[in-house]
T-cell receptor, first 111, second 114 residues
Framework: GEDVEQSLFLSVREGDSSVINCTYT??????LYWYKQEPGAGLQLLTY?????DMKQDQRLTVLLNKKDKHLSLRIADTQTGDSAIYFC???????????FGSGTQLTVLP | DTGVSQDPRHKITKRGQNVTFRCDPI?????LYWYRQTLGQGPEFLTY????????KSRLLSDRFSAERPKGSFSTLEIQRTEQGDSAMYLC????????????FGEGSWLTVV
């Protein structure tokens, strides 16, 4: 079956780098996504990576994909207090390319 | 850029009542999705439209739930005879069929059944 797993919590100091990890199961996923959710809000698309790529960089965000191990990570450089939120990893599945999400990682940035 | 718009943002209803949520997708997007999110969990797929056709429904979508997209633009999600277990955030999302098919979400509609 489909299952996306993430660690539940991560705490970092302001200015440090954060690395959020995710494992997925569907090897046929064409795209993998990272979304950010602040309290009471919807999901904000942060970035995505196509399955034939190993890495994608977008300003402070770096996504690494290891297809062999079905492992995805999101690195946030120079983490700020405004980055405190829940981060969801998602894989695309099915003909409609609907998303299967992990349970989210709560990132807390300490001053 | 108006993004995905959902209405109402919050709804409190008594058990047994019917509720309806509306979603306006990004204007050129032909795919529309509904997801449900409960506290502490990631969103779960409910159903998907391509234009006006409802092409896929999750087993989570019980008979009390019905979704429509009559003209291939906005969509409604109706929950009949609400139960306390229906309390959740209902998220709408849209995408293009072509290209990366990146899925953009609205701000969600919170439902509390009392």
């Amino acid at each position: 079956g489909e299952d996306v797993e993430q660690s539940l919590f991560l705490s970092v100091r302001e200015g440090d780098s954060s690395v959020i990890n995710c494992t997925y199961t569907d090897s046929s996923s064409t795209y993998l996504y990272w979304y950010k959710q602040e309290p009471g809000a919807g999901l904000q698309l942060l970035t995505y990576i196509f399955s034939n790529m190993d890495m994608k960089q977008d300003q402070r965000l770096t996504v690494l994909l290891n297809k062999k191990d079905k492992h995805l990570s999101l690195r946030i450089a120079d983490t700020q207090t405004g980055d405190s939120a829940i981060y969801f990893c998602a894989e695309t599945t099915g003909s409609a390319r609907q998303l299967t999400f992990g349970s989210g990682t709560q990132l807390t940035v300490l001053p | 850029d108006t993004g995905v718009s959902q209405d109402p943002r919050h709804k409190i209803t008594k058990r047994g009542q019917n509720v309806t949520f509306r979603c306006d997708p990004i204007s050129e997007h032909n795919r529309l999705y509904w997801y449900r999110q409960t506290l502490g969990q990631g969103p779960e797929f409910l159903t998907y439209f391509q234009n006006e056709a409802q092409l896929e429904k999750s087993r989570l979508l019980s008979d009390r739930f019905s979704a429509e997209r009559p003209k291939g633009s906005f969509s409604t999600l109706e929950i009949q005879r609400t139960e306390q277990g229906d309390s959740a955030m209902y998220l709408c999302a849209s995408s293009l069929e072509t290209g990366s098919g990146t899925i953009y979400f609205g701000e969600g509609s919170w439902l509390t059944v009392v």
